[in-house]
Every structure is written in C-alpha cells, then in structure tokens.
C-alpha cells in the first residue's frame, strides 16, 4: 500500500500560508479567535475542510489554528510542526473525519480500537493514555498519534471540569457518518459511555493524486 504523511501544525497569527504542492488535503480547526478560511469565516471551536492548501487570512489580529494535514511527503521540522508520520493506507477514496471528544472528570474510554490512523490534540484538561506498552501523560498543548487498529486505553482528570481532544483520522469510506470505537472487552463495552464525541465533518477526498 501507498505511504502517506500525515501531521499536526498550530499556527499562531496567521495571515497567508504557502501554497504546497505536496499537500492533498488538510482540517483546520480553531483553537483561539477567529480565521478566514477560504472564504469560510470561522471562530473558536469550528473547523472544515481543505482540499490541498487553505488560503489562511487572519480576521482579527489573534487567531491561532490547528492544521492537520495529508501528504505526499514531511514537512520540514519547524517550531510550527507539533507531529508527524507516515501512515500506509490505500490509494484512492478515504473518509477524512474530523471531531472532538469531550470527557467528563473521571470518565474512561475502555480498552478499545480504531480503524484508521490519526493525530489527536488535547486543547482542554489533562488525559492518561495508555497503550499496550507504554503510558503518556497528556496535558493540554500536547499531541499524540495512534495507529490503525492499536489498542489504547484513555483517563480523564478529575481535577478539570473538562478535558477535551481534537482528533484527525483517516477511515475506510464505509465508517462514513459511523462511530468508529471498537471497545476490545465486551465487558467493558457493557458500561457507561460518559465522553461525548462531536463530529465536526466527514470528507471523502481521493488520496492518489495522479488519478
């Protein structure tokens, strides 16, 4: 299968960002102020859509906004550049889905499963993830990436009201408009759901550029 980029930037003020012929496609998401995004005038919390690379105009002097992009190959590491890795998907349709997953003080997200790789930002609160080999502390301005179908368990703190994460992931296109967890112990999978999830779009975007 095709290897595909795939990372996470924060902009802080931005008023234009250069054309890149190597990105196919990205997901803005708002994390302070407010943006132009191609013409779609966004604020805090709201993301969409780009095909290729955004003409980002800033509206009011104080924006800063999160671009999770696809690519055919890395950026160059920059202060901007939070993450970024290779992922093997196929050539073709893939669903582009871009949401947030918001947890009450305490909440679990059991022992469970994804079916397409993807970034995640913490903008809110503090969250444990522990996968089958190691446990990572998130605090909010932190990122993490999880594979395809890599078993991941997830706290949140109780001491914040809140903790949310913004997350990016490549799908196969039958998980349009689908949640796509896979809680691994059925158990587990009888108890409480107490996060949230907000999808904020699915996309359909051709990921083999030369057709």
């Known amino acids: ?47 969409c859509f780009v095909k290729g690379t955004p003409d980002v105009i800033n509206a009011d002097g104080s924006a ?10 890395p ?17 073709g349709p893939a669903l582009i889905r871009l949401d947030q997953v918001t947890f009450p003080p305490g909440a679990v997200a059991y022992r469970h499963i994804h079916p397409g790789p993807g970034f995640r930002y913490l903008s809110t609160g503090k969250l444990e993830v522990i996968s089958d ?27 914040h009201a809140m903790t949310r994460f913004i997350r990016l992931m490549v799908l196969p296109v039958a998980y349009e408009g689908i949640a796509t967890i896979n809680i691994l112990d059925p158990k587990d999978a009888q108890k409480p759901r107490l996060q949230v999830t907000h999808r904020i779009f699915d996309q359909f975007v051709n990921l083999d550029q030369s057709g």
């Open 133 to 159: 080999t190691e446990t990572h502390q998130m605090t909010a301005g932190k990122c993490w990436f999880e594979p395809a179908n890599s078993p991941v368990r997830a706290v949140a703190s109780t001491e």
């Open 64 to 73: 800063g906004i999160m671009r999770f992009a696809i690519r055919n190959a």
């Open 75 to 91: 950026l160059t590491e920059t202060a901007a550049v939070l993450g970024q890795e290779q992922i093997e998907v196929p050539a």
């Open 1 to 47: 299968m095709p290897n595909y980029w795939v990372s996470l930037s924060r902009e802080t003020d931005p008023d234009r960002v250069e054309e890149d012929s190597e990105t196919i496609c990205e997901a803005i998401w708002v994390e302070r102020g407010r943006a132009e995004i191609d013409g779609l005038p966004l604020r805090h919390g709201e993301g």
